[in-house]
T-cell receptor
Framework: ELKVEQNPLFLSMQEGKNYTIYCNYSTTSDRLYWYRQDPGKSLESLFVLLSNGAVKQEGRLMASLDTKARLSTLHITAAVHDLSATYFCAVVYGNKLVFGAGTILRVKS | NAGVTQTPKFRILKIGQSMTLQCTQDMNHNYMYWYRQDPGMGLKLIYYSVGAGITDKGEVPNGYNVSRSTTEDFPLRLELAAPSQTSVYFC?????????FGQGTRLTVV
């Protein structure tokens, strides 16, 4: 059974700093998603990563995938307050979409 | 283009009552999912479907039932509601590289 682990689970960072969220998964998969969730809201799709070495960037967020290491990273560059949210990775396993526990990100002014 | 639509948005149930959470998608996606999200937690898969007439259990199926008579609709039925089913329920649909979520149904069982 697939296990998806994110770390850290909680991240408090200063504006302007850089940080990385990690997503490890236990079984081979060919698709990984990153989502953002604001309090009381639904999930917003950020990235879908399909192949080894895939890198995608949108604004201050950059996601990468290493299928050999079963690891994806979400890198935050020069954080701003608007990035405060919970970030989830989700991995396709057979016909299922399995989520990590989420990383709560708080960016302090 | 409505995407994934869930109804109702909020509901309070008494213990032992039953209800159906509705989920409809207009993107012709074959795959549909039901998740629950407890406060401060991640999403746990309840049931999923790979097409009309085909459903399968996820991680936490007890106390729930689903059906998939059409590609568009994937209702989730709660029988004999219990306080442990208090949660936010999300429906999602996907095909190929697309995966979209509905706005959620916040359910409280008292």
């Amino acid at each position: 059974e697939l296990k998806v682990e994110q770390n850290p689970l909680f991240l408090s960072m200063q504006e302007g700093k850089n940080y990385t969220i990690y997503c490890n998964y236990s079984t081979t998969s060919d698709r990984l998603y990153w989502y953002r969730q604001d309090p009381g809201k639904s999930l917003e799709s950020l990235f879908v990563l399909l192949s080894n070495g895939a890198v995608k960037q949108e604004g201050r967020l950059m996601a990468s995938l290493d299928t050999k290491a079963r690891l994806s990273t979400l890198h935050i560059t020069a954080a701003v307050h608007d990035l405060s949210a919970t970030y989830f990775c989700a991995v396709v396993y057979g016909n299922k979409l399995v989520f990590g526990a989420g990383t709560i990100l708080r960016v302090k002014s | 283009n409505a995407g994934v639509t869930q109804t109702p948005k909020f509901r309070i149930l008494k213990i032992g009552q039953s209800m159906t959470l509705q989920c409809t998608q207009d993107m012709n996606h074959n795959y549909m999912y039901w998740y629950r999200q407890d406060p401060g937690m991640g999403l746990k898969l309840i049931y999923y479907s790979v097409g009309a007439g085909i459903t399968d259990k996820g991680e936490v199926p007890n106390g729930y039932n689903v059906s998939r008579s059409t590609t568009e609709d994937f209702p989730l039925r709660l029988e004999l509601a219990a306080p442990s089913q208090t949660s936010v329920y999300f429906c999602a649909s996907s095909w190929n590289t697309e995966a979209f979520f509905g706005q959620g149904t916040r359910l409280t069982v008292v």
